[in-house]
């Protein structure tokens, strides 16, 4: 008998200001974000690790006051419309950004970055563009807590309109990796093993999800728990903030 296998539809975030959650390991970057006018020189920069929601915040803040949103690798030498929020700034070319730097100064628009480290620490090879990433007001957006990935959890789920128990749930979130990208690959799997197997979202298919993504076989501990309770419908609601 042929396999029939489901084909992964894409799926698209939404960044709306009002779904970011705020907890301690981002709470200063949002406050920093929510005063602008106050950043020195216009400009501020958002680091941390991957998954910890700064392209959200960067999509957030863009979409408060009309910011274009841009690739630090797809930088290109062009005066400044408006402010911009310049995304993975640490892979720009230095002349480029030192451009953009420069060019918003001069304009008076504020310039957002985001970057896995911080500026001051990129090793540049531009006098002029290290001195001003040493001077930038720069803000770690630290890990996400627990609450956090739950809640992140639970929403792409709903998202996916998987009827996923909190009891499966929980499974997920004791043995998956501790970030956010972990739990976003997580939801697109678990979606598409029950589309595979034409079947509700059930415990046998969550850890075949820990197996694909941790590459441990958790198979046995499944069935110390049940897992015939649906999530509530309010977690499906599209005003559930999640992260990114």
Same mark, same amino acid.
């Given at each position: 008998? /042929?396999?029939? +296998?489901?084909?992964?539809?894409?799926?698209?975030?939404?960044?709306?200001?009002?779904?970011?959650?705020?907890?301690?390991?981002?709470?200063?970057?949002?406050?920093? +974000?929510?005063?602008?006018?106050?950043?020195?020189?216009?400009?501020?920069?958002?680091?941390?690790? =991957?998954?910890?929601?700064?392209?959200?915040?960067?999509?957030?803040?863009?979409?408060?006051?009309?910011?274009?949103?841009?690739?630090?690798?797809?930088?290109?030498?062009?005066?400044?419309?408006?402010?911009?929020?310049?995304?993975? #700034?640490?892979?720009?070319?230095? $002349?480029?950004?030192?451009?953009?730097?420069?060019?918003?100064?001069?304009?008076?628009?504020?310039?957002?970055? #985001?970057?896995?480290?911080?500026?001051?620490?990129?090793?540049?090879?531009?006098?002029?563009?290290?001195?001003?990433?040493?001077?930038?007001?720069?803000?770690?957006?630290?890990?996400?807590?627990?609450? +956090? +990935?739950?809640? %992140? %959890?639970?929403?792409?789920? #709903?998202? $996916?309109?998987?009827?996923?128990?909190?009891?499966?749930?929980?499974?997920?979130? #004791?043995?998956?990796?501790? /970030?956010?990208?972990?739990?976003?690959?997580?939801?697109?799997?678990?979606?598409? %093993?029950? %589309? =595979?197997? $034409?079947?509700?979202?059930?415990?046998?298919?969550?850890?075949?999800?820990?197996?694909?993504? /941790?590459?441990?076989?958790?198979?046995?501990?499944?069935?110390?728990?049940?897992?015939?309770?649906?999530?509530?419908?309010?977690?499906?609601?599209?005003?559930?903030?999640?992260?990114?």
């Amino acid at each position: 008998m /042929t396999r029939q +296998l489901a084909l992964p539809f894409g799926h698209v975030p939404m960044f709306k200001g009002v779904a970011f959650i705020g907890q301690p390991s981002n709470a200063r970057a949002l406050a920093l +974000l929510a005063a602008d006018a106050s950043w020195p020189l216009g400009r501020l920069a958002l680091w941390g690790g =991957e998954g910890r929601g700064k392209t959200h915040l960067l999509h957030c803040w863009a979409h408060r006051i009309g910011a274009s949103v841009l690739s630090g690798a797809g930088l290109r030498l062009e005066p400044p419309s408006g402010p911009a929020a310049i995304d993975d #700034a640490d892979l720009a070319p230095e $002349r480029m950004l030192l451009h953009w730097l420069n060019a918003s100064a001069e304009a008076g628009m504020p310039v957002l970055m #985001a970057s896995r480290t911080a500026p001051a620490r990129w090793a540049v090879a531009l006098p002029d563009l290290a001195s001003r990433l040493r001077a930038m007001l720069a803000v770690e957006v630290q890990a996400p807590e627990d609450a +956090l +990935l739950r809640l %992140l %959890l639970a929403r792409l789920l #709903a998202d $996916r309109h998987l009827p996923v128990a909190e009891p499966v749930q929980a499974f997920l979130l #004791a043995r998956l990796p501790r /970030t956010a990208a972990a739990i976003r690959e997580a939801a697109s799997l678990f979606d598409l %093993l029950c %589309l =595979e197997a $034409r079947s509700r979202p059930n415990r046998a298919l969550a850890a075949r999800v820990v197996a694909e993504i /941790t590459g441990r076989d958790t198979v046995g501990d499944a069935g110390s728990f049940h897992d015939d309770a649906e999530i509530p419908m309010a977690a499906a609601s599209p005003d559930v903030p999640f992260l990114l």
